[in-house]
């Protein structure tokens, strides 16, 4: 007899549905084809144990799974539950009226519990597009799969929930969730505030104009200066995300696994790798592609702690995914892409001993060291990061203050407001919504100079020998800047100011 079981595979972080066709016939064997990986290979040790401390047995039969399509590669464990449930309905063991109508998946224990699956977000999202009543799969992953509204999701723990809910009719409580209200939750505020940094003040600014216009930033002072502290508290000061920007987040964590008894993320994700990471880890790949670090930093921030430590052909791999705010990983047989739109927080010192031009500094380097130091870290990749600033040590008096700085609620304020300027100003805009994603049409028609300002950036240009990618992104820091004086109400720098008069 013939059976179909509908099951998911995910590429990228998009699902394609999988028929899952079991036929036992006369004879002895067990024939499993549609190009399985090892994982489902094996899955017949695993699901003839569950079956059997379930009641239940693989028929002694000739059994043949063709898992459809079947030049598409397939992955994982997550299959099992798929192929014990089509051979169990194959060999009239369980009913199979309404299989059809849903998408099933699950990893099998020995004893028949079920084990968290990958991807559940993106597969819920395809088996409602593709017009499936249902989607059964373990409970851990019920909260994820129930994001998506529509589709009915079933958590189970056990294969024998499934077999009595096919073959008896016995009731699957079903896991239903308010989206919205899952997002528009009371957000747990970060432990690091910025009313514990004393003094740097103009760093501060720095990075909260770095937060308003979403813009690459990098520290660079002498060891203890504070660079990580202030790297740390930059996401308690970056506006909400949008309900849009969750659901992308959500389901680039969920092909990773990385959302267990969860339902949407509504925090903005950081990232902070340590400095031995591969270039597949960072930008994502292996021979069965995988989100790397800057996917899973997108809608949020990834943060490099003493960048000239990184190899250097680690870093160089970020170059196009900085400028496209996404990644393509190419295969012989397939090509999937992976958003990246992330904010680039970065750290390092000015010499090999952290003490540049210091005569006080116990540790000096020479030249030729510092040169050394300095070359593992490109010009081209440096001149993607829009804003350079030094961080120097503070004061005694500063650090003994017992007065506390601005608070993170009160600089995320302007910033969401500052955000707000900038979502009316691109909201006929498909893929635009803060001033660091502005190409250079926009920054044409929204970034207009004054004759005083034209004259300073040309100064400017000219002594720091800067290129023309530099003068893109300095106006687009020029208008971040023009957005926060119009949200908070003040005056602040001259090509701000410009920009605020003639836009």
Not at 301 to 324: A, C, H, N, S, T
Not at 438 to 454: G, P, W
């Amino acid at each position: 007899m013939l059976s179909k079981v509908y099951g998911s595979a995910v590429f990228g972080v998009e699902a394609t549905t999988i028929v899952v066709e079991v036929n036992v016939d006369k004879g002895i064997g067990y024939h499993l084809v549609g190009l399985p990986d090892n994982a489902i290979k094996e899955s017949n040790y695993r699901i003839a144990a569950a079956l059997q401390n379930n009641g239940y047995k693989i028929p002694g039969k000739k059994i043949t799974i063709n898992m459809a399509p079947a030049d598409m590669r397939k992955e994982g464990s997550a299959y099992d539950l798929t192929l014990a449930l089509g051979i169990l309905t194959a060999s009239n063991q369980i009913k199979s009226d309404n299989m059809e109508k849903y998408i099933i998946m699950g990893e099998l224990s020995l004893d028949g519990s079920l084990q968290p699956i990958k991807g559940a977000l993106p597969i819920a999202i395809k088996a409602l597009e593709e017009g499936f009543e249902g989607f059964i799969l373990p409970k851990e992953n019920a909260r994820e799969a129930a994001i998506v509204s529509g589709l009915a999701v079933y958590g189970i723990e056990n294969i024998k929930e499934v077999i009595a809910y096919f073959d008896s009719g016995a009731l699957l409580e079903q896991t239903v969730i308010d989206t919205r209200e899952e997002f528009y939750k009371s957000l747990d505020f970060p432990e690091f505030d910025f009313s514990d940094v004393k003094g740097q003040e103009s760093i501060k600014r720095c990075m909260e104009i770095a937060a308003a216009g979403g813009h690459n930033i990098i520290l660079i002072g002498p060891p203890g200066a504070g660079k990580t502290m202030l790297a740390k508290r930059l996401p308690s000061i970056l506006p909400p995300m949008t309900l849009h920007e969750a659901l992308e987040t959500t389901k680039i964590h969920s092909v990773v696994g990385k959302i267990k008894n969860m339902g949407l993320m509504n925090q903005r994700p950081f990232r902070s790798p340590h400095h031995t990471i591969s270039d597949v880890a960072l930008v994502g790949g292996g021979t069965y592609p995988q989100p790397g670090e800057i996917s899973l930093s997108h809608n949020g921030v990834l943060f490099l702690d003493e960048l000239p430590e990184f190899k250097r052909g680690v870093l160089e791999v970020m170059r196009q995914p900085l400028e496209d705010r996404e990644v393509t990983i190419s295969r012989a047989r397939f090509t999937v892409t992976y958003p990246s739109s992330f904010m680039l927080v970065a750290s390092m010192n000015p010499s090999p001993s952290g003490f540049f031009n210091d005569p006080d500094a116990p540790v000096s380097s020479s030249p030729a060291e510092m040169q050394r130091y300095l070359s593992k870290v490109s010009g081209p990749l440096l001149d993607r990061i829009d804003i350079h600033i030094e961080v120097t040590p503070v004061p005694f008096e500063k650090l003994s203050e017992e007065r506390k700085g601005e608070g993170s609620v009160e600089i995320r304020k302007r910033v969401t407001k500052a955000r707000d300027v900038q979502t009316q100003r691109f909201e006929q805009l498909e893929h635009v919504h803060y001033n660091a994603q502005m190409n250079t049409k926009h920054i044409r028609q929204y970034c207009k100079l004054d004759e005083a300002s034209k004259t300073l950036l040309k100064n400017a240009m000219e002594r720091l020998n800067l290129s023309a990618r530099a003068y893109d992104r300095i106006l687009k820091v020029a208008r971040t800047i023009a957005d926060l004086e119009k949200a908070s109400e003040i005056n602040g720098s001259h090509i701000g100011d410009a920009i605020y008069t003639n836009v």
